[in-house]
């Protein structure tokens, strides 16, 4: 393995260190236009990249800054405190990697320095070989599926051929290939990215199941699992491998894989590179590393492809459909060589136009009527198994139709995060408060089943307001990536609250005449 090392990525020489103000100083790098912030405090100084953590917007300076310490993103205004490197817009949520400042006791100047862990993939090197024509290949299936051929072996990636993604939100644009299926279930290895349900899809892994549960299925040693959700699911795959980050995983005597951390969420995506004789592929996905935020200004494949070709003519560029077939062999040998990419049959279907709607929505329809929602104790049994408390935030969650309007007979509550309450209404104490409509059919699919929030949220089945407006990411960041592992015990619910029940109505058969209810047992929601 390569030993750290410490690269200077700016350089300020004595004069401009005198001409540094107290508090925040932006500073270019004049060779390669790359960007910093130095913030020059009482005792020392700090410095980072100018580049926000979130999409790599460029910091610029807060006219909302009061006391000189904060910069705002240009992007999507989140805010970081550079005497601190904490991103106070979200509150509680990342701190911004710091570069090392040294400030030389000898001639004065102040040096950037950039600590570099060895790359993994730079471990055990091989040698590049030479390819022939369909030595490799790269075929793409459909949303984020692709089959990588190499040599003798096939591996798939994030798998999605059928079904939706997050509850209803999600649904396929590309008809994958008519034998998707097949090439699946013959696949000699399978790697899936992260538990986003537009990536590990139990929809298409049940009808894989059925074929060849064995089959080996790859995935990183996230902080939650993320086949997390599979006993629940019912789906019988028995061949699941948990790997650890950056460590060569060989396949045979020409091939080997590795998966990498996400540089943004590191408890849930990854990314991988794999190497065939040497010569490497990356396959990236939703994951962002640093180099992809600093080199990719671009979001539709056209506009890339487009400024590509402007700026490096000599560069190939595939903006795949499904059944499209990249021989990278080709496509390295001469990048300019079209021929490289093979398109499908004029007469193949591209887009999708029938999605089995009512099979899927009937399933999430079916919670609405489950049994625990007759009671409206759910709610305090549920938040509290979520564990989510000791932040100052009170929501309000309200069950809506399809078009976002309260549900006749819906629930309405609050919650106040604070101490975990339940309160009528809001407190009077100052807090941050949020508004949440949720389709009932989702919402309490989730709730039935413990599922994560980003079904509700990334899959546009809720719409929100806030007062402030403040993205609270530890509160969304716990109901994406930290509920409990195992769903709420809802037939112990049913039954303490059926002892209760009962316990109550012998209550009130030795009270009778004294009007005796219990309201938190109670079928009725609030308004």
């Known amino acids: 393995m390569t030993s750290q090392v410490s690269k200077t990525v700016l350089r300020l020489e004595a004069e401009e260190v005198q001409t540094l103000k107290d508090g925040i100083n932006f500073k270019k790098q004049p060779e390669d236009g ?66 090392e400042a040294v400030l030389s006791d000898t001639d004065g100047s102040l040096e950037l320095l950039e600590l570099n862990p ?35 072996k096939r591996m798939m990636f994030d798998p999605w ?32 990215s992260h538990m986003h349900s537009d990536h590990l899809s139990y929809p298409t892994l049940q009808q894989l199941s059925t074929k060849r549960p064995d089959i080996p299925i790859y995935v990183g040693d996230t902080s939650r699992p993320v086949f997390w959700y599979l006993e629940k699911s019912g789906v019988n795959l028995t061949n699941i491998n948990v790997v650890p980050f950056g460590v060569w995983q060989n396949v045979d005597e020409h091939l080997r894989f590795m998966i990498l951390m996400d540089g ?45 070709r402007k700026s490096c003519p000599n560069i190939l560029t595939w903006t795949p459909s499904p059944g499209s077939v990249l021989d990278l062999a080709l496509a390295l040998n001469d990048p300019t060589n079209r021929s490289a990419i093979t398109e499908p049959p004029n007469d193949t279907k591209i887009y999708k136009d029938s999605w089995d709607f009512d099979l899927y929505l009937d399933e999430l329809n079916a919670s609405i009527s489950a049994e ?108 994406q990536t930290e509920l409990p592992l195992s769903a709420p015990d809802w037939d112990g619910f049913l039954q303490t609250v059926c002892e209760i029940r009962n316990s109550c109505a012998r209550n009130v058969s030795l009270h009778q005449g004294y009007g005796f209810t219990v309201p938190w047992l109670s079928g009725r929601a609030l308004h």
């Not at 039935?448 to 403040?470: A, E, H, K």
Request: charge should be negative; glycine fraction near 6%; proline fraction near 5%.
């Open 372 to 479: 625990i929602f007759k009671y409206k104790s759910w709610i305090q049994y549920y938040y509290k198994w979520a564990g989510f408390k000791g932040y100052n935030l009170v929501i309000r969650v309200i069950e809506t139709d399809d078009d976002f309007e309260p549900l006749k007979g819906g629930y309405d509550y609050l919650v106040d995060f604070l101490d975990l309450s339940f309160p009528d209404v809001r407190p009077e104490r100052d807090h941050a408060f949020e508004e949440i409509k949720n389709r009932v059919n989702v919402m309490r699919h989730v709730v039935l089943n413990g599922r994560l929030w980003d079904d509700l949220y990334i899959g546009f089945s809720n719409r929100m307001s806030r007062d402030p407006d403040v993205y609270h990411h530890r509160f969304w960041n716990h109901f």
């Open 264 to 308: 943004v969420h590191p408890e849930m995506d990854t990314c991988l590179i794999v190497e065939y004789k040497g010569v490497r592929t990356d396959y990236m996905h939703a994951c962002i590393l640093r180099y992809i935020k600093e080199t990719n200004i671009k979001n539709s494949a056209a506009d890339l492809n487009e400024s590509i």
């Open 118 to 152: 060895p790359d993994p993939w730079t471990a055990e090197p091989r040698e590049a070989q030479e390819l022939h024509a369909g030595e490799i290949t790269l075929t793409y299936i459909t949303h984020a599926c692709m089959e990588l051929k190499a040599g003798n």
């Open 34 to 99: 790359k960007c910093y912030i130095i913030y020059k405090g009482k005792d020392k100084m700090r410095a980072c990249r100018n580049q926000c953590k979130h999409q790599g917007g460029l910091f610029i300076k807060d006219i909302e800054d009061m006391d000189g310490r904060t910069v705002r993103c240009t992007k999507h205004y989140w805010k970081l405190n550079v005497a601190t490197m904490e991103y106070v817009n979200p509150p509680d949520s990342f701190m911004q990697d710091e570069l």
């Open 161 to 192: 051929l059928t079904g939706p993604a997050f509850a209803r939100g999600w649904w396929l644009l590309h008809e994958p290939p008519s034998d998707a299926m097949d090439r699946l279930s013959q696949a000699d290895l399978i790697y899936i």
